[in-house]
């Protein structure tokens, strides 16, 4: 499985290593604008608070839908919109989540989901709406 900063991010929030996770988050800019970031955010996360609440009932057709997010992450990384490292490490997490959803491991698939909404949260709140008000300020400079 390939291996990102991103995913490092993730891991870090799996292992219950929240203030590496947080350092790690505050410390690597991702080249993706704020617009493009919330669009692919939005569609990750309402699934992944679905699997955290750990209420599924039928696991096949929520690994389709991870399957297709798996889809839609390529497809924006093959456009530029995604960069590579940051799409690499968002798949990366979301199959771990969705072998565990197929295998009916939910208790990792929730710990996993959780880890996963944290570092993409982390990545919004600190790279790139921290990053754009840092290049309007600079601007100003």
Do not use: C, H
């Amino acid at each position: 499985m390939p291996r990102s900063y991103f995913y490092e991010i993730y891991r870090a929030f799996k292992e219950d290593r929240y203030e590496d996770g947080l350092n790690l988050a505050s410390q690597r800019r991702f080249r993706i604008t704020a617009a493009a970031f919330r669009k692919i955010y939005n569609s990750i996360v309402k699934p992944l608070e679905y699997i955290a609440t750990g209420k599924i009932t039928d696991p096949i057709p929520l690994a389709a839908g991870l399957a297709r997010l798996d889809i839609v992450i390529e497809y924006q990384k093959n456009r530029g919109v995604l960069q590579q490292e940051l799409a690499e490490g968002i798949k990366a997490a979301l199959a771990e989540i969705r072998q565990d959803v197929v295998r009916k491991n939910l208790q990792n698939a929730k710990k996993e989901a959780e880890a996963l909404k944290l570092a993409l949260d982390a990545v919004l709140a600190y790279q790139i709406v921290g990053g754009r008000r840092r290049e309007e300020e600079e601007e100003w400079l």
